[in-house]
């Protein structure tokens, strides 16, 4: 993609409306209508995309064109006229005023571009040259490419890079709420941890009360199993002895 970050040059408000005055055939809807390549005021190859003749208008602008490099914009009823001149060649395109400046100039730069890459691109090589000198070589590539900026436009880099900052703003995004789910879950494994030790917690606590109470329950029946212990010695004992014990005594002083 060639470069287009400069300034747009300046809009020259002239109008041409006497000059070419209106035609019964109806303009182009599409956004580039009318696209050349001039040396001086020569046309050497152009293409047109609408049926309403702009020559009478492109031949004066390009009769006002100053020898030196420059560029500009002229604006003529609805249309406008972008034009950029280096070493004595012009690039021009005729565009819709809804198309607005940054696409026809990208649409020249690249025009410019596959124009000074033909092997005899250079003023000199047709300086003499008649017109429409280049229609049938260079006609082609003006014509495909205005197809191709009117169907399609290749994104410019400012649009580029407001894409890629959109991307980049999106997946920052996306990175935050990733960030802000994880710490959801990870405040939620904290709270179902923290439920855990209270119930562990709880459960030890639950522990040893129940050891307790086992503990008690247990001395409780070693308590009552000395207790029946005690009464069967008595009452074994009482078999024999009478239930005062006295009779044992009694047999032993016989």
Not at 81 to 88: I, L, N, P
Not at 93 to 101: E, L, Q
Not at 135 to 164: C, H, K, V, W
Request: charged letters at 15%; proline letters at 5%; aromatic letters at 8%.
């Amino acid at each position: 993609m060639p470069d287009t970050s400069e300034n747009y040059p300046a809009v020259d408000t002239t109008s041409y409306q006497t000059i070419c005055p209106q035609s019964s055939h109806p303009a182009s809807t599409m956004s580039l209508i009318h696209a050349l390549v001039a040396r001086g005021s020569t046309v050497l190859a152009e293409h047109k995309s609408g049926q309403r003749d702009f020559s009478q208008a492109t031949q004066t602008i390009l009769s006002k064109i100053p020898p030196n490099n420059s560029k500009l914009t002229y604006v003529w009823e609805q249309y406008l006229f972008h034009y950029v001149s280096e070493g004595g060649v012009t690039y021009l395109v005729m565009a819709d005023d809804s198309a607005g400046r940054r696409m026809p100039f990208t649409f020249l730069a690249e025009l410019q571009q596959r124009f000074t890459s033909l092997p005899s691109a250079s003023s000199d090589s047709f300086s003499s040259s008649p017109s429409y000198a280049l229609q049938g070589s260079f006609g082609p590539t003006i014509a495909q490419l205005m197809q191709t900026y009117n169907t399609a436009p290749p994104a410019d880099e400012l649009t580029r890079a407001q894409s890629e900052l959109a991307q980049v703003k999106d997946i920052m995004v996306q990175n935050v709420e990733q960030i802000l789910s994880r710490g959801e879950r990870i405040e939620l494994l904290v709270d179902k941890t923290d439920n855990m030790a209270s119930q562990a917690t709880a459960f030890r606590r639950g522990a040893r009360t129940v050891r307790r109470s086992m503990w008690w329950k247990n001395k409780r029946v070693v308590g009552l199993s000395f207790v029946v212990a005690l009464v069967l010695m008595w009452v074994l004992v009482a078999q024999f002895c009478g239930a005062g014990l006295n009779q044992c005594g009694a047999k032993s002083d016989s």
